[in-house]
């Protein structure tokens, strides 16, 4: 190893948090076939700088959990609601720590229980005011960037 590799890594290992090198970018991710809450999450994270993946075949939601650097999750929870319990399941289990946001038209009291359970961040229903969507997405960000720093 150089000296120069060696005073690189002391010098990185020695820095603040706030200063060691963290991903700038924040990155969301949505599931939804409904083209007027994706056009709503767009904008708020375009505003925010935040970058954003949409997907509405959930094989492809899956691959992109897997394979990008994910700091904040939005589900819009369809029916059949048995499905859509599943899906976050498996989306948990691959994110377990990235804040998770459910959007739904309806929901019985017995499903949203259940989702509360495999612990998400927030259970929005529709219609959802531009500004609150806002609210959200950076108390979702903000989340996430905790959990990042305490780990």
């Not at 994706?38 to 075949?57: A, V």
């Amino acid at each position: 190893m150089l000296i120069s590799q060696i005073f690189e890594f002391r010098l990185v290992r020695f820095l603040p948090k706030e200063l060691k090198q963290k991903p700038e970018m924040k990155s969301a991710i949505l599931f939804s076939k409904d083209q007027n809450l994706i056009k709503d999450f767009l904008d708020t994270c375009s505003n925010n700088g935040i970058g954003f993946i949409k997907e509405s075949d959930f094989a492809n939601f899956v691959y992109e959990l897997q394979h990008e650097s994910i700091d904040l999750i939005i589900y819009d929870f369809q029916k059949p609601f048995d499905n859509g319990l599943k899906h976050i399941k498996i989306i948990r289990k691959i994110k377990p720590k990235t804040s998770l946001i459910v959007v739904a038209d309806e929901l019985p009291k017995a499903e949203g229980g259940k989702i509360y359970e495999e612990n998400i961040f927030h259970l929005e229903i529709k219609p959802i005011q531009k500004n609150f969507i806002q609210e959200i997405v950076i108390a979702g960000i903000n989340s996430n960037r905790n959990n990042f720093e305490n780990t």
